[in-house]
């Protein structure tokens, strides 16, 4: 079974930076496109950043471009999602996501795997 354990978040200054990890078990790591996605309160879900298996693709949210980075270490089995100049706005749950089909896709439900998240506040 892929269990996905995200970490580093919390309470940071608006400007601030955070940096997320989210490490996937399993030995099929390499095989997946991955993605960050975040949930604010009485919001829906939305697509961050993603990365493809090898990371020669990523994709972000036009929100969050030139801001935040993805990016991913297939030994390690981990992928981070580096958050800097973070805005009040960024406040929100931050969930990494697994698609076994190694696409870079934007939608949810184009992911089979979920963390439980970990919440980034921005206090401005």
């Known amino acids: 079974q892929v269990q996905l354990v995200e970490s580093g978040g919390g309470l940071v200054q608006a400007g601030g930076s955070l940096r997320l990890s989210c490490v996937v078990s399993?030995?099929?790591?390499?095989?997946?496109?991955m993605g960050w996605f975040r949930q604010a309160p009485g919001k829906e879900r939305e697509f961050v950043a993603a990365i493809s298996r090898r990371a020669t693709t990523t994709r972000y949210a036009d929100s969050v471009k030139g801001r935040f980075t993805i990016s991913r270490d297939n030994a390690k089995n981990t992928v981070w999602l580096h958050l800097n100049s973070l805005k009040a706005d960024d406040t929100a749950v931050y969930y990494c996501?697994?698609?076994?089909?190694?696409?870079?896709?934007?939608?949810?439900?184009?992911?089979?795997?979920w963390g439980q998240g970990t919440q980034v506040t921005v206090s401005s």
């Open positions: 399993g030995r099929t790591f390499s095989s997946y496109g």
């Open positions: 996501a697994a698609d076994e089909w190694g696409v870079t896709t934007d939608v949810p439900f184009g992911y089979q795997y």
